[in-house]
């Protein structure tokens, strides 16, 4: 069944490779290193995560290996790809600045306005307030996010940010803090602090409109300048 699926995406990639998606790009590039498993789910797992595929090509080969299905010779691949597309790049790689609240109300909006679910980001920046790498969760089938906070450590430790914001949407339509937001909050706020990092912004996104720790004054001495 693989072998048939894997064929026709070869002939589509060579016929009108510009149609394919993201996923579909990926399910193909992990087809050699993963030969006899659906890489199909694989590769949402990696987009999930990672947010985009520049966010996964920026990411470590220990990072790449906390997603269910990437083993260390995969991540050192995809590691390896990301790695001689930066120097392609060169000088003409993109950084995203989150150092002002207003690039980061722009940044959440463009990256939660057509989801439809409810889903949690956490952008990691370094202490000039350029993006380092996003962290993706989205739990579909409860319809609600979870952070695991084993996980977010590990992050944490793997990429030392100077600065955290966490940005997560409520599809019923309020941006309004719940009693569990502020609970997350609270435990990543401490998460943050035992790794010398600042939490800068809990962000709700809701229809358009943001609710902000940081503009609400509820982050006290943290937050931006």
């Known amino acids: 069944m693989h072998e048939g699926h894997r064929e026709r995406m070869r002939r589509r990639l060579f016929e009108h490779g510009s149609s394919l998606t993201d996923h579909e790009l990926f399910e193909m590039l992990l087809f050699e290193h993963i030969p006899r498993k659906d890489t199909n789910p694989i590769a949402h797992a990696l987009l999930d995560s990672f947010g985009d595929p520049a ?15 990437i083993g260390p010779r995969t991540a050192e691949y995809i590691y390896l790809v990301g790695q001689i597309l930066h120097r392609l790049r060169g000088d003409e790689r993109k950084l995203v600045s989150l150092s002002s609240f207003g690039e ?11 989801v439809a679910v409810e889903r949690l980001e956490v952008y990691f920046t370094d202490e000039d307030g ?7 969760v ?44 502020d609970v997350a909050f609270t435990r990543l706020h401490a998460l943050c ?6 939490l800068n912004d809990s962000i709700i996104y809701a229809g358009g409109e943001l609710y902000s720790y940081y503009r609400e004054g509820r982050i006290g001495q943290l937050g931006f300048e």
Request: hydrophobic fraction near 35%; glycine fraction near 8%.
């Open 55 to 69: 966010g996964v090509f920026a990411a470590s080969p220990r990072l790449l290996c906390s997603v269910a299905g």
């Open 104 to 114: 980061v109300r722009s940044h959440v909006r463009r990256r939660f306005a057509d």
């Open 130 to 136: 350029l993006l380092l790498c996003t962290k993706s």
């Open 138 to 181: 989205t739990d579909i089938r409860r319809d609600e996010v979870a952070l695991d906070s084993r996980l977010f450590g590990y992050i944490l430790g793997e990429v030392h940010p100077s600065g955290v914001i966490v940005a997560h949407n409520h599809p019923s339509g309020s941006c309004e803090p719940s009693a569990e937001d």
């Open 193 to 198: 602090r035992m790794y010398g990092a600042r």
